[in-house]
T-cell receptor, first 114, second 111 residues
Framework: KAGVTQTPRYLIKTRGQQVTLSCSPI?????VSWYQQTPGQGLQFLFE???????NKGNFPGRFSGRQFSNSRSEMNVSTLELGDSALYLC?????????????FGSGTQLSVL | GNSVTQMEGPVTLSEEAFLTINCTYT??????LFWYVQYPGEGLQLLLK?????DKGSNKGFEATYRKETTSFHLEKGSVQVSDSAVYFC??????????FGTGTRLQVFP
């Protein structure tokens, strides 16, 4: 069974640009969550989608947005990139939206903003 | 709000040494508690979990006990190996919220 797939693996952008990251969950999983990982802040929750609906949202500015498609694949978009957006963006999927359920993480997309 | 506090790293040990990584939490109710591990260049993997007080989660020789009285979930292993070198994250989830992670503790094990 294929794991969680994130593309691209690496991205380099400049300030002011926008970027779209993609996440394909494990087959059959309907919940997808996104996290931002930085050395200083650790892992911070961005948002969670279940059955194409955003269930939870973390404390990030409106420049960060996401969506989920009917096949459970999810995309995350960051507009007007800032230097501080440089981070590893991790996607995780789970079968349901139950809070104590195991999350399966992808390897992440490493975004560098110059 | 809910939060997780982990000991600062890195933790540096020799092979076969005893490991403890401290984790304490703040929550309004009765959260589920987790330890996730991140090996170099990879995403996080669930190591173990506990869903109620006094539960002990265990996996691959690692153990952690949910202590409500001390709001703690310390990770332990009796004899670490070089292959255990990774970053370890303590996390909690409560009600409808998704996981809240600690800042992570890097473990380095030398032969």
């Amino acid at each position: 069974k294929a794991g969680v797939t994130q593309t691209p693996r690496y991205l380099i952008k400049t300030r002011g640009q926008q970027v779209t990251l993609s996440c394909s969950p494990i087959s059959g999983h309907r919940s997808v969550s996104w996290y931002q990982q930085t050395p200083g802040q650790g892992l911070q929750f961005l948002f969670e989608y279940f059955s194409e609906t955003q269930r939870n949202k973390g404390n990030f500015p409106g420049r960060f947005s996401g969506r989920q498609f009917s096949n459970s694949r999810s995309e995350m978009n960051v507009s007007t990139l800032e230097l501080g957006d440089s981070a590893l963006y991790l996607c995780a999927s789970s079968l349901t939206a139950a809070t104590n359920e195991k999350l399966f993480f992808g390897s992440g997309t490493q975004l560098s903003v110059l | 709000g809910n939060s997780v506090t982990q000991m600062e790293g890195p933790v540096t040990l020799s092979e076969e040494a005893f490991l403890t990584i401290n984790c304490t939490y703040t929550a309004t109710g009765y959260p589920s508690l987790f330890w996730y591990v991140q090996y170099p260049g990879e995403g996080l993997q669930l190591l173990l979990k506990a869903t109620k007080a006094d539960d002990k989660g265990s996996n691959k020789g690692f153990e952690a006990t949910y202590r409500k009285e001390t709001t703690s979930f310390h990770l332990e292993k009796g004899s670490v190996q070089v292959s255990d070198s990774a970053v370890y994250f303590c996390a909690l989830s409560e009600n409808t919220d998704k996981l809240i992670f600690g800042t992570g503790t890097r473990l380095q094990v030398f032969p």
